[in-house]
């Protein structure tokens, strides 16, 4: 509350006041400050100039940009392209899609799951080949094995017997007696 009797009393808003001096400025000084103020509004029409030929020069490449056809037969050609290259794009899509289902008959049973799988935001952007075989595979209808390994070659093994063979127990009745006595008393040679 005190302060709005402070705002209200003009004896105290003119104690708060704040006292001006003067200053006296010699002809030299008001002839310098009136140069700068001269040259600093230059300067500000200056930019000003600046800023709206660069305004108008964007404006102008925007339209350069976008180039308008004013004449009826330029309107007819810009329609025919249009329509051509439209109906190259919708050929190139069914073109790709009988690839797809020529080398996967499967897919066409399964068309419609196969294209909730091509708009899923992780397959999005892919190939029609690659996303098919993906599908194939992540669906388990992919019947061929992936390439990679090589077959096996070498023909059938027979585990080797455990011990020795029927030579190596000849050979050591022959020729080292003792140990094959040993051997035969430890169960090691059956007979």
């Known amino acids: 509350m005190e302060t709005e009797t402070e705002a209200l009393d003009p004896q105290k808003k003119q104690e708060s006041e704040v006292s001006v001096k003067k200053v006296e400025v010699t002809e030299e000084e008001l002839a310098d ?4 103020a001269e040259v600093s509004s230059q300067n500000f029409e200056r930019a000003k100039k600046a800023e709206t030929k660069l305004a108008e020069l964007e404006i102008s490449k925007n ?7 004013f004449s009826d037969e330029g309107k007819v050609l810009q329609k025919q392209i249009e329509e051509s290259s439209r109906k190259i794009e919708e ?3 069914e073109n790709a899609k009988k690839d797809v289902l020529m080398a996967h008959p499967i897919l066409k049973e399964k068309w419609e799951e196969f294209e909730k799988f091509r708009s899923d935001p992780e ?3 892919m190939n029609l080949k690659t996303a098919a075989k993906a599908f194939l ?4 209808l992919l019947d061929a094995p992936r390439k990679g390994l090589e077959k096996p ?7 080797p017997s455990p011990g020795m063979s029927i030579e190596e127990i000849k050979d050591l009745r022959e020729n080292n007696w003792p140990k094959y006595l040993e051997m035969v008393k430890k169960g090691q040679i059956k007979t």
Do not use: D, I, W, Y
């Not at 339209?63 to 056809?69: A, G, K, L, Q, Y």
């Not at 595979?137 to 388990?140: F, I, L, Y």
């Not at 070659?153 to 585990?159: H, L, S, V």
């Open 153 to 159: 070659t070498g023909g059938a093994r027979t585990q």
């Open 91 to 93: 050929l190139t899509r």
């Open 123 to 125: 397959n999005k952007g």
């Open 63 to 69: 339209e350069e940009t976008s180039p308008e056809v």
């Open 33 to 36: 400050l009136r140069h700068k």
């Open 137 to 140: 595979t992540e669906s388990g």
